[in-house]
Each structure stands twice: as C-alpha cells, then as structure tokens.
C-alpha cells in the first residue's frame, strides 16, 4: 500500500512543481525543456543500445559514459528549445510511443525494453559498466521498433496538423489577472 501511495504522490508533485513554475514565470520554455531533455536522454540511450557504440572501450568509464549521455540530451533540448511547441508535440509523441511499446514488449518478449533498464543498472549496481545486457536483435525487436516508428510518425503527424492554427501555448492564469 505504501508503494502505490508513493508512485501517485512523486509523479503528481513533480508534475504540479513544473506546472506552478509555468505558471508564475510566465513561460512555457521551463516545463518544455524537462520533455525536452527526457526525450534527449531517450535518444542518447538509444544510441548507446546500439551494440557498435555501447562496447566502446572508452564507455568503461562511467565518467566518460555519463557525460556522453549528457551531451547528447543537452544537445538536442538546446536545438529543440528554440521551437517550444512543435519540441513539445515530438517530444511528447516520443516519449508516449515508447512508452506504449515498453508494455508491448514486456507482453511479446522482445528486447527493447533494456534500452532503459541498462541505464537504470548503470545508475545504481557498482561495477554494472563491465556488465552490458544487449541481447540479439529478433523478428520480434524489429515488428517492435517499426511499431515505435509508425506510432510516433502518427502522434506527432496528427498533433502538428492539430495544432497548426491554434496558437502556441495557453495565457497564463497570472497574466490573465492583470
């Protein structure tokens, strides 16, 4: 009981600290650049699963790892930020279609569900970096991944063209006010 009052409680805070912080500065470029940056790690974790790139010799160090891994998400937040909404749109289709597949794949026994479970290893087991799970890429990994691609094709498509008129952010309450 103590754990499902615990993952409604950390996401809901979060989420309500990011919201007031949009709210009393005024900008949405704050709460943007945390999908941002979530959608940047995504990508550098995607990369890094990448067996040609995740047994190099200098990824032993965890040094080296995680300021790879960090400059590549700083990297695409600081190209991405420069266009709040259309980030905010691919950015949430992104995360929401892996989301999606990360449950598919736990049902169909695929692999790409290491893509972030690797990170979270590396994060937390001591010597985890001499330790490397990347399973062999099957039928099942490759109907899993171009479900990924068509689904985030399909969110991102449908939220842009829905979008396109409308303008980029809702007013603020504060300002709304005055």
Same mark, same amino acid.
């Given at each position: 009981?103590?754990?499902?009052?615990?993952?409604?409680? /950390?996401?809901?805070?979060?989420?309500?600290?990011?919201?007031?912080?949009?709210?009393?500065?005024?900008?949405?470029?704050?709460?943007?650049?945390?999908?941002?940056?979530?959608? @940047?790690?995504?990508?550098?974790?995607?990369?890094?699963?990448?067996?040609?790139?995740?047994?190099?010799?200098?990824?032993?160090?965890?040094? +080296?790892?995680?300021?790879?891994?960090?400059?590549?998400?700083?990297? +695409?937040?600081?190209?991405?930020?420069?266009? /709040?909404?259309?980030?905010?749109?691919?950015?949430? #289709?992104?995360?929401?279609? &892996?989301?999606?597949?990360?449950?598919?794949?736990?049902?169909?026994?695929?692999? !790409?569900? &290491?893509?972030?479970? *690797?990170?979270?290893?590396? #994060? *937390? !087991?001591? #010597?985890? *970096?001499? /330790?490397?799970?990347?399973?062999?890429?099957? /039928?099942?990994?490759?109907a899993l991944?171009?479900?990924?691609? +068509?689904?985030?094709?399909? @969110?991102?498509?449908?939220?842009?063209?829905?979008?396109s008129e409308?303008?980029?952010?809702?007013?603020?309450?504060?300002?709304?006010?005055?």
């Open positions: 009981m103590v754990h499902i009052k615990m993952y409604f409680f /950390a996401p809901s805070s979060v989420g309500a600290f990011w919201v007031s912080i949009w709210k009393c500065l005024g900008s949405p470029a704050l709460s943007v650049f945390l999908h941002i940056v979530m959608t @940047g790690y995504l990508v550098a974790f995607c990369i890094v699963f990448l067996p040609s790139v995740g047994f190099v010799g200098g990824f032993q160090s965890d040094a +080296i790892y995680w300021i790879t891994l960090s400059g590549i998400a700083l990297a +695409i937040a600081l190209v991405g930020i420069t266009k /709040a909404k259309t980030a905010a749109i691919v950015c949430g #289709a992104a995360i929401g279609s &892996y989301s999606f597949i990360y449950g598919c794949d736990s049902f169909a026994g695929g692999h !790409l569900k &290491y893509i972030i479970i *690797n990170q979270l290893r590396r #994060a *937390n !087991l001591w #010597a985890f *970096n001499q /330790a490397v799970l990347t399973p062999p890429f099957q /039928a099942t990994d490759i991944t171009v479900s990924w691609v +068509i689904l985030f094709l399909l @969110g991102a498509v449908v939220q842009l063209f829905r979008e409308r303008p980029p952010f809702p007013a603020e309450s504060l300002r709304i006010r005055r």
